[in-house]
């Protein structure tokens, strides 16, 4: 009930202001300022009731940021989520070092058997499905113009493969909340993890082909086979390097570190951005270096390398909520409410298919290596949350298929927003049931909770 | 944006620099003194900014600005939770009364030497009367951490001292915020479209009013058992809107999350936890806006140092003279009354001093100003590190032994 108060007077007093000051919104004083702070309050108390339904709190940022943004109360133009969009990276640096961070060798390779069957499994088997499903109903639902078979096969694949995007930072968020620890939440961030990198080789390799075929407005497909491999190695030499830093840091210092963490996201989001512009300059196209990259592998490299992860850990625990709740905000004003509106009967088919195709993978995976059926339960609950990179990878495709891309881009933006809010509930659930999730009070149920 | 990333890298240098090493090397006491106040961030500050290596120039000051409407919401709450009125009775009611009385006097005394001296230079300036009124209202600020720093130095039976000078300036503190709280609403803010067109009184109320529902709804989420993150995000979430406010509505922050903090402080339970909390995060958010004031800082004209030099000395000699009269009586119940020297002890005027003069240059003087604001500010900035030099030699003498 006072959370309830608290958000009413919020809303009302945030209302008000937009009321009485329309034009003052664009300034980005009021901006960052009474709009950051509004999004903050308002998502923090809808997680905290969403938690009180027994739903994730992730499920409540994200409703928060849908029910406020553009396309329901309106609270949040377009152009004013563009300022606190340097935000929205911060946070998915933090997000990215705590992935890497929660990486420990040591413990992955107690379950090398089980990870190297879902990292093979899930891509294999949710490719294939939806790769299959898209070559053959693609025609039939009249979605794009007639494109020649080859044509269709690239683009049936690259469905398939942004199908295996998952979400890093929406698990570690489902981890952190229920403080889960344990061989399971740890394999499912390892394969979530391990799955983001092989869709982003994946995606630009499969783009490589669309420019080849003529199709698309790729300009530079030849460059693709060296940028691809030059991008992923400078990104992680990167994060060896960041890693390097950091554990000096400890070593020497070792004081405030919320202050410096925020100064290395700072200086790895624009870092990245200041060298696409200087690798143009210099060797005539430019080097995206991948800040999700670079921060998670300088986490995995801190943790088992220099073996500095643990000063860290604790400083990201004592802020990872204000990241969380900005980061999942901002990613619910984004999700498209009027794409879903307009395709909720394809993406619901799609989503289906997929989800289809994860529960296959996880239970063929488990069966092969003689787990319990129940275990291939929880690990297909665990994969199905999608957002960042799905979003960023299917944005390209509107370019390389400028006739019909924008239906399609419509299409997978609406599974987006399915998945990312199904998955979120769906993994909280399985933690729970793995009994990992230490954050939750289990409530009883069937005949024990009768009796 | 880079250069964001460049003082926040310089930042932490900095900072752990200054940690390691200064003020373990510094021979001086009051020169170490001046390294843990951390008052040397405004020359970095300067440093950087545009008069000299150009790191922070005037469109990265742009962009962060918002930073500095948060800065100035944090130091109020601050400010305010420091305000329980079971604590500020320890000395007496009386003792209110001869502290006002002190503050009423040194404002005047600055009040009339700063305008003979201003009158010399701009004797027609339509604005003379709001740089001095800045000026004077900044002299009532004592940084409260310094003297509490300085205490840990001194035998156990001058530390009672130390209570007394910090009674003191919190109490300034909140007439000085008070003050300029109601300045602040006789002037619509230098950017357009922003700003209620009301009565200064009027927006002086609705600051207490919004402060006070801001310390409310504090006060109904800090109810509940939270976490200490949960705690943080609520506090940053409203400190953040908080400030986004007065910012849109032309009112003070630093007046309305002072009056949050009181509310917090005397009906919750929890308001020492909640100090905590704020202190934790106090020292960077603190450093950085130390530095963001310092790059502000123009030291153009040698008008602006004779000015800052006039300044400190003119608030010195009227926190002298009116100590001498009023602070005496003040503490009539103490065991060891304090010496007629005690208004040299409150010389120190970082913290509050720059809040204020960062809360003046953001609210009434911006760039395309008058002239005589500007060099206000900038005499401000630089009479605040002044005093942090001479704060030590007052502070020595007043807890001299016998």
Redo the contacts between chains.
């Keep these: 009930m006072?959370?309830l108060?608290?958000l009413i007077?919020?809303v009302l007093?945030q209302g008000l202001?937009l009321k009485g000051?329309p034009?003052?919104f664009s300034?980005?004083?009021?901006?960052?300022?009474?709009?950051?702070?509004?999004l903050?309050?308002a998502a923090?108390l809808f997680g905290e009731w969403t938690a009180r339904i027994r739903l994730p709190k992730l499920t409540g940022y994200l409703f928060a940021g849908i029910l406020l943004g553009p396309d329901v109360l309106g609270y949040f133009s377009r152009e004013s989520l563009v300022s606190l969009g340097?935000i929205d990276e911060l946070a998915l640096a933090f997000i990215a070092l705590s992935a890497g961070l929660e990486l420990r060798m040591q413990d992955l390779r107690k379950q090398w058997r089980v990870l190297s069957g879902l990292i093979v499994g899930i891509p294999v088997t949710v490719f294939c499905t939806i790769f299959s499903f898209l070559y053959f109903a693609l025609p039939q639902l009249g979605l794009l113009p007639a494109l020649p078979p080859a044509q269709r096969w690239i683009l049936a694949a690259l469905l398939g493969t942004l199908a295996i995007a998952r979400s890093p930072s929406s698990t570690l968020a489902v981890i952190k909340e229920c403080k889960a620890r344990g061989e399971f939440s740890e394999s499912v961030l390892c394969v979530t993890v391990v799955m983001d990198i092989l869709v982003i080789i994946l995606f630009s390799l499969f783009l490589t082909l669309v420019g080849a075929t003529g199709t698309a407005a790729v300009t530079h497909a030849d460059d693709l086979w060296v940028k691809i491999p030059a991008e992923l190695a400078l990104s992680l030499l990167l994060g060896f390097f960041l890693a390097w830093f950091m554990s000096v840091y400890v070593k020497?210092?070792k004081?405030?570190g919320?202050?410096?963490l925020?100064?290395v996201a700072?200086?790895v989001t624009?870092?990245t951005h200041?060298f696409a512009g200087t690798s143009e300059a210099v060797i005539g196209f430019s080097l995206h270096l991948e800040p999700l990259l670079i921060c998670m592998s300088a986490g995995f490299f801190l943790q088992n390398l220099f073996k500095k992860g643990a000063f860290y850990e604790t400083t990201i625990?004592?802020?990872?909520?204000?990241i969380f709740?900005v980061f999942f905000a901002l990613a619910g004003t984004g999700l498209s409410l009027e794409a879903l509106g307009s395709m909720w009967q394809w993406a619901m088919l799609y989503a289906g298919i997929r989800i289809l195709g994860v529960f296959l993978a996880c239970h063929g995976t488990m069966r092969v290596l003689g787990a319990p059926f129940r275990r291939g339960n929880l690990y297909g609950m665990s994969f199905i949350t999608q957002a960042g990179v799905s979003i960023g990878l299917a944005g390209l495709i509107p370019r390389s298929y400028p006739e019909g891309g924008e239906v399609l881009f419509t299409l997978l933006l609406a599974v987006i927003v399915i998945n990312q809010i199904v998955g979120p509930i769906a993994f909280k659930f399985a933690l729970v049931k793995s009994g990992e999730a230490k954050g939750v009070a289990r409530k009883p149920v069937g005949r024990s909770a009768r009796s | 944006?880079?250069t964001?990333?460049a003082i926040?890298?310089l930042?932490?240098l900095a900072?752990?620099g200054h940690?390691?090493s200064f003020v373990k090397v510094l021979p001086s006491r009051a020169a170490s003194f001046f390294f843990l106040t951390g008052t040397e961030f405004l020359l970095v500050g300067y440093l950087l900014g545009d008069s000299f290596l150009g790191i922070l120039d005037a469109a990265t000051l742009?962009?962060v600005?918002?930073f500095l409407?948060?800065g100035l919401g944090w130091i109020g709450l601050l400010a305010g939770i420091q305000l329980e009125w079971k604590a500020l009775g320890m000395f007496g009611r009386t003792s209110y009364l001869w502290i006002l009385l002190y503050g009423c006097c040194v404002l005047f005394l600055v009040s009339v030497g700063l305008y003979g001296l201003f009158h010399i230079w701009f004797p027609s300036d339509p604005q003379l009367g709001l740089a001095v009124a800045v000026l004077a209202v900044t002299a009532l600020c004592t940084a409260q951490a310094s003297i509490a720093l300085w205490m840990q130095h001194v035998s156990k039976q001058k530390r009672p001292l130390g209570l007394m000078l910090q009674f003191v300036s919190s109490v300034n503190d909140v007439i000085a915020i008070v003050l300029f709280g109601l300045l602040v609403g006789f002037y619509q803010p230098a950017?357009g479209?922003?700003g209620l067109p009301l009565l200064p009184l009027q927006k002086f109320v609705l600051s207490l009013l919004l402060g006070a529902?801001m310390g409310l709804?504090l006060l109904?989420?800090f109810?509940?058992r939270l976490g200490?993150?949960?705690k943080?995000?609520?506090v940053?979430?409203?400190?953040?809107?908080?400030?986004?406010?007065a910012?849109?509505?032309g009112i003070s922050p630093l007046l309305l999350h002072l009056v949050a903090g009181m509310v917090l402080a005397n009906l919750s339970l929890k308001s020492e936890e909640t100090f905590q909390l704020l202190m934790c995060?106090e020292?960077?958010l603190y450093l950085i806006f130390l530095m963001i004031a310092g790059a502000y800082l123009r030291i153009g004209s040698p008008l602006v140092v004779l000015l800052a030099v006039a300044y400190a000395l003119i608030r010195a000699l009227s926190q002298g003279v009116a100590g001498r009269v009023f602070l005496r009586r003040a503490f009539p119940d103490a065991e060891n009354p304090p010496t007629r020297a005690l208004g040299w002890g409150l010389t120190s005027q970082a913290g509050l001093g720059v809040a204020l003069a960062v809360h003046f240059h953001l609210w009434i003087a911006d760039p395309s100003s008058l002239p005589i604001l500007n060099i206000t500010f900038s005499v401000l900035l630089l009479a605040i590190l002044l005093n942090e030099l001479i704060s030590p030699f007052g502070l020595a003498y007043v807890t001299k032994e016998k």
Excluded: W
Aim: charged letters at 15%; hydrophobic letters at 60%; aromatic letters at 14%.
């Design positions: 006072t959370h108060f608290v007077v919020l007093l202001l000051f034009q003052a300034l980005v004083e009021v901006q960052l300022t009474l709009n950051f702070g509004f903050l309050l923090y340097f020497y210092i004081t405030e919320i202050f410096f925020l100064c700072f200086l624009r870092l200041a625990d004592q802020s990872f909520l204000p709740v | 944006m880079k964001i990333a926040l890298f930042a932490v900072l752990a940690r390691k742009d962009q600005r918002p409407i948060v950017q479209g922003i529902l709804l109904i989420l109810r509940r200490e993150v949960d943080v995000l609520i940053i979430g409203l400190v953040l809107f908080g400030g986004g406010m910012y849109l509505l995060i020292r960077p």
